[in-house]
């Protein structure tokens, strides 16, 4: 499955931003999908996962009751809503899939990856 990431940007402290990761290729296998993002220096962190149905989601504490996954099924498309934005969330946003049923919680566990869209949130 190959995704594309898009809906990065430069927003203020507070705002809002909605990302998109669109999938193509083997899009009738069960995935599950997440959003990892990584700051300059600091290591890979998954803030949201999703299992193949949509029904289960995981959030990292540091964007619990800000951001949430979502997913499109006809569109075969993942969506990372992002509200109250703060300028530690700046990062490069990359969705990411595996084949299976439960989510993962380590980035480690995907296989497949987007290329990644930069968020930046100034002050």
């Known amino acids: 499955v190959q995704l594309q990431a898009s809906g990065g940007g430069l927003v203020q402290a507070g705002a809002s931003l909605r990302l998109s990761c669109a999938a193509s290729?083997?899009?009738?296998?069960?995935?599950?999908m997440a959003w990892v993002r990584q700051a300059p220096g600091k290591e890979r962190e998954l803030v949201a996962a999703?299992?193949?149905?949509?029904?289960?989601?995981y959030y990292s504490d540091s964007v619990k009751g800000r951001f949430t996954i979502s997913k499109d099924n006809a569109e075969n498309t993942v969506y990372l809503q992002m509200n109250s934005l703060k300028p530690e969330d700046t990062a490069t946003y990359f969705c990411?899939?595996?084949?299976?049923?439960?989510?993962?919680?380590?980035?480690?566990?995907?296989?497949?990856w987007g290329q990644g869209t930069l968020v930046t949130v100034s002050s």
């Open positions: 990411a899939a595996r084949l299976g049923y439960s989510y993962y919680r380590e980035p480690y566990e995907y296989a497949y």
């Open positions: 290729g083997r899009t009738s296998s069960s995935y599950v």
């Open positions: 999703l299992n193949w149905s949509g029904s289960n989601k």
